[in-house]
């Protein structure tokens, strides 16, 4: 029986992204203190994801997977021993990318380009990836990548059994938006109260994961972005480890409360027959 200890991180990435390194460094130190082997962040976490993204502002904080905060990256994971997938905003020539990092431990690098875009990615310039999955290998165990609205596709290279993908990786951001956040002191009244209920089954499950799978005998790590970026967007936030018999492991629930959002990481180690 193989053994992969998986951990999930969120941060706030509404800074710079030099800044949202260091966010995300220290959730990588901590990931490192309890023996996590891959460490999950949501989508665009190193560059910020804005449900008001522009060409402009894509181009302002793109970098090539050689880029200075990328590089950053792979040297981090190297140093904790610790394979991290972290999403970014690729530049590649003239073309940009909504991308996951897979910065291995080993110093290896690859990444997963989003095939699924949104009308806001498309307006803002952004390039599909290929509808096709890569495959990405952690002490055997075979894994894909699904950037949020790509977690349906299920095309893998020729020569790959779907049965020998063992685990998923989804990094999303989740939206929402300004207005739809609570300060703590609202969260007091009658009416904050009542508005932080109704949006609870959003970002926490209570069960086991039912929803259908384009792999279903795969386990299932997700994670959504957090708080505000750009002008607008703030997102709640959640993230959770689901293990091969689709059972719940380890989990962050969002939230709308202002107060209450905070950088976090969660881990469990997941048994592959």
């Known amino acids: 029986m193989t053994s992969l200890h998986i951990g999930v991180a969120q941060i706030h990435s509404g800074g710079t992204p030099a800044e949202n390194f260091k966010r995300l460094e220290r959730q990588v130190r901590a990931a490192s203190i309890v023996g996590v ?12 994801y804005s449900g008001q993204m522009s060409a402009e502002s894509v181009r302002a904080v793109a970098e090539t997977i050689d880029g200075p905060q990328c590089m950053a990256i792979r040297r981090l994971a190297q140093k904790e021993n610790i394979s ?4 970014f905003f690729e530049k590649e020539g003239d073309r940009f990318y909504n991308s996951q990092l897979v910065a291995y431990a080993d110093g290896r690098v690859a990444v997963q380009r989003k095939y699924n875009l949104t009308p806001t990615e498309l307006s ?16 055997g165990i075979q894994t894909i990548i699904n950037i949020c609205s790509d977690k349906d596709i299920v095309e893998l290279p020729k020569g790959v059994n779907p049965k020998d993908i063992r685990y998923q990786f989804a990094p999303c951001a989740g939206g929402g938006t300004m207005g739809e956040m609570l300060t703590a002191r609202e969260l007091k009244t009658p009416e904050g ?6 949006n609870k ?11 259908p799978s384009c792999l279903p005998h795969a386990g299932l790590a997700a994670t959504n972005a957090l708080g ?9 936030g959640h993230g959770l480890i689901i293990d091969t018999d689709q059972v719940i492991r380890a989990q ?13 990481m969660i881990h469990a180690v997941i048994d592959f027959d």
């Open 37 to 48: 082997e891959v460490l999950l962040f949501a989508e665009c976490s190193l560059h910020g």
């Open 84 to 87: 991290l997938l972290v999403g």
């Open 124 to 139: 803002a310039g952004l390039t599909p990836g290929p509808h096709q999955r890569q495959i990405f290998t952690f002490k």
């Open 193 to 198: 109260r009542k508005r932080f209920t109704e």
């Open 201 to 211: 089954p959003r970002v926490f499950l209570p069960n086991p994961f039912h929803e």
């Open 228 to 236: 505000p970026v750009g002008k607008e967007t703030c997102h709640q």
């Open 252 to 264: 962050t629930p969002g939230t709308i409360v202002l107060e209450h959002q905070q950088d976090q």
